[in-house]
């Protein structure tokens, strides 16, 4: 009787998956590699401009200006080379710019959506007309970012801005059968009140757990399941690694503005109604005249395309797009397919546009 | 043959045989939890637990804070919230600059449209000294201007993030 050959391949590619797993889970993948230069900062704001790549005969006019929620990194607009919102749009001929709003500290707590919106975000504005050289800019705002975008486009409709782009944008509240959110945070149940005075800003990580809490199965099991069952494929590892290192950087939300998300918004639904009042003044969305793209996620749980498809008829602007596209909330931007689908269309709108 | 070498070749992966049947198991349980999460009784039952826990540590958190903020002070040094009151201070500074900044962009720029483009009074008045100071097209940059924003600009090169396990 031959004695049984045992491979000792099995074990070696076991003990290679499981040195994978450790390094994904245990360090941060590079992620917002791209150059860029500092050209204005203001307490933790900090605006970027990305380095052109594009000849210079070849590129256009208007510059467009990136602005990201203020409770996240802005650094999934620029994953990873190769996979980067910022990169693709540099090669196709943009001046990009990036409003990086930074992570409030302690000090910050009283700062709020209007400050955002009417303080910093026009001062970044005016350093990227004035290094641009031209009196008009394109905005794209994301998530929490297109609050502040549309509340600065409806507060400032004179001061260039020709076209809004607005991404999964949560502004209408309006339908709270559909927003989990809104119930967690209702009145009855939320003691708003009592975790601000015991955090002073809303922490990181209880915002993160807010997210991920809605698809809990899918975020705290599934998506290492995915992880687990792609270890020999190179490409998803490092996707994923990219995706968890911008996950995991969490930053805490200021105080105030989250006080406004809250009561204003989800509760009062008071930018929808024109009843938001910022700066003493009301926010009134008629006043938005700049091109407009709106850009919903079909299968967004965090901002459901019910909150964004209602802007469209509160603007007086005469050319509007609402681009409805499948997807998650931040997979339509920095997923496998974004290139193929957000990115191009995005590219397409605003290139009719930027001239 | 070939088949054998694969079969071979793929890591032992416990989890294979029941991959199918764990991920129904988690479909079937994420449309559940969905559900569960988007109830008033969880919605309720979270926020009473974050109440809760915050009502319970809140005297703690007080009493800590302030034996803290009473050491700093025996040891001659400021607190978080008095540290917290100098970056407000300093905010308030930066802003202060960039409002400067701002009028003098504002300023360089009326006066490089001025040059360009001087009033039929002046034109005589003022030809020598205009032309010697070789007038800029509107909409370039005074030096002065550019010098500013130069100045500010640092180049920040791509991160280098330690790539581990290579």
């Known amino acids: ?355 | 043959m070939s088949g054998d070498q694969e079969s071979n070749s793929k890591p032992a992966d416990p989890f294979e045989s029941f991959r199918a049947i764990r991920d129904a198991y988690l479909d079937a349980m994420a449309k559940t939890m969905v559900e569960a999460v988007n109830t008033e009784a969880y919605a309720q039952a979270s926020g009473a637990m974050l109440e809760g826990t915050l009502t319970a540590v809140t005297p703690f958190r007080e009493a800590m804070e302030k034996s803290v903020t009473k050491a700093l002070e025996q040891l001659s040094l400021p607190s978080r919230q008095e540290l917290a009151i100098l970056a407000e201070r300093f905010t308030h500074v930066e802003m202060r600059l960039d409002d400067m900044d701002m009028k003098l962009d504002r300023i360089e720029k009326i006066l490089s449209r001025a040059r360009s483009a001087p009033g039929p009074a002046e034109k005589d008045a003022s030809q020598t000294s205009v032309s010697q100071q070789a007038a800029r097209p509107t909409g370039v940059k005074a030096p002065a201007t550019a010098n500013r924003t130069t100045a500010r600009r640092r180049f920040v090169p791509a991160k280098k993030t330690k790539a581990m396990g290579k």
């Open chain 1, 1 to 355: 009787m031959e004695p049984a050959v045992v491979s000792a391949e099995p074990l070696r590619l076991m003990e290679e998956r499981l040195r994978t797993l450790n390094r994904v889970l245990t360090t941060k993948a590079p992620i917002a590699q791209t150059p860029k230069e500092l050209v204005w900062s203001l307490n933790k704001s900090k605006l970027y401009r990305y380095v052109p790549t594009a000849p210079e005969h070849e590129r256009y006019r208007i510059p467009l200006l990136l602005v990201f929620a203020i409770m996240n990194r802005p650094s999934i607009l620029d994953l990873r080379p190769g996979h980067s919102f910022v990169e693709f749009m540099l090669g196709r001929g943009y001046d990009v710019y990036l409003l990086d709003w930074g992570a409030p500290g302690l000090e910050d707590r009283e700062m709020k959506l209007d400050d955002y919106a009417l303080e910093y975000l026009p001062r970044a504005v005016h350093r990227v007309k004035a290094i641009s050289g031209t009196e008009e800019f394109s905005m794209l705002g994301w998530c929490i970012g297109a609050i502040l975008t549309t509340i600065y486009a409806a507060m400032r409709p004179d001061e260039g801005l020709r076209n809004l782009l607005l991404l999964t944008a949560p502004l209408d509240f309006s339908n709270r059968n559909g927003l989990t959110f809104a119930r967690w945070v209702d009145e009855k149940y939320f003691n708003l009140d009592l975790v601000l005075e015991t955090f002073g800003n809303m922490p990181g990580e209880m915002i993160d757990y807010g997210a991920k809490a809605l698809k809990p199965v899918e975020n705290y099991i599934s998506n290492y399941c995915k992880l687990w069952d792609n270890l020999d494929d190179p490409r998803v590892v490092e996707s994923w690694h990219a995706m968890n290192t911008w996950v995991t950087d969490n930053i805490p939300m200021a105080g105030a503005a989250y006080r406004q998300l809250i009561v204003e918004l989800y509760r009062n639904n008071r930018l929808m109604k024109n009843e938001l009042v910022v700066r003493g003044d009301r926010v009134d969305l008629s006043r938005i005249r700049a091109n407009l793209l709106t850009v919903i996620a079909a299968g967004d749980h965090i901002t459901p395309p019910c909150q964004s498809e209602a802007i469209l008829s509160k603007v007086s602007s005469r050319d509007t797009e609402l681009f409805r596209i499948p997807g998650g909330h931040i997979g339509i931007m920095a997923g496998s397919g974004a290139r193929q689908t957000t990115w191009p269309h995005i590219d397409g709108w605003l290139s009719a546009r930027s001239r």
